[in-house]
C-alpha cells in the first residue's frame, strides 16, 4: 500500500499544479515567427535569462521553445487544435506553459486575446498595467514596458521581463 502512496500523491500535486493555467481555446494562424527574450528575477535579487521562440508548424498549430542563456532547451511546447503536447522528451513544464500563456498578448489584437482565452477576465489599472484572471482566481498582472515588452507577475515572488526581438 505505501508502495502506491508516493505515486499517487505526485500525480495528484500534478494535476492540481496545472489546474490553474486558461484553456487556450483557439489561435489565429500565425504569419510570422517571435522571438522574446525573457528576463526573470526573483525575490533575493537572483536575474537569469532565456530566449522564447513561438513559430508556427501549421496553420493550426503553434510551437513554443524556452532556452535558457547556454541555448539548452528548458520547455518545448506545441499547442495544437485546443491542446497541448511535449514536443520532444523534456518532461511537462507547468511555469514555462504559463509563461507561454501569458505572452499571448504581446502577439494577437485584443479581439484574437478575446477569443483564444475567452474565460479569462482582464481588468486595467491606472497604470495600463491589465490584471489577468479566471473565475475570480488571480492568474497574472501584466504591465506594459516599452513598445513591444511586458513585464509579467505571477505573484509567486518572481517578476519576468518579456521583450520581442526584432530582426
Known sequence: MKKYLLPWCVMLLAACAGGHLP???????????????VSRQGEGGDRTQSLLVVDARDAHAWRWIQTDALGAPVARQIWQDGQWRND????????????????????????????ALPDVQLATGAQGDTTFSRDGRFLWRSTPHGQDAAVIDFGDGEVRTVERLRE
Open 88 to 115: 520532444g522528451f523534456l518532461p511537462p513544464n507547468p511555469q514555462a506553459r504559463q509563461l507561454f500563456i501569458a505572452t499571448l498578448p504581446l502577439m494577437l489584437t485584443p479581439a484574437q486575446l478575446q477569443q
Open 23 to 37: 484553456i487556450v481555446h483557439s489561435l489565429p494562424a500565425l504569419q510570422q515567427s517571435f522571438v522574446f527574450q
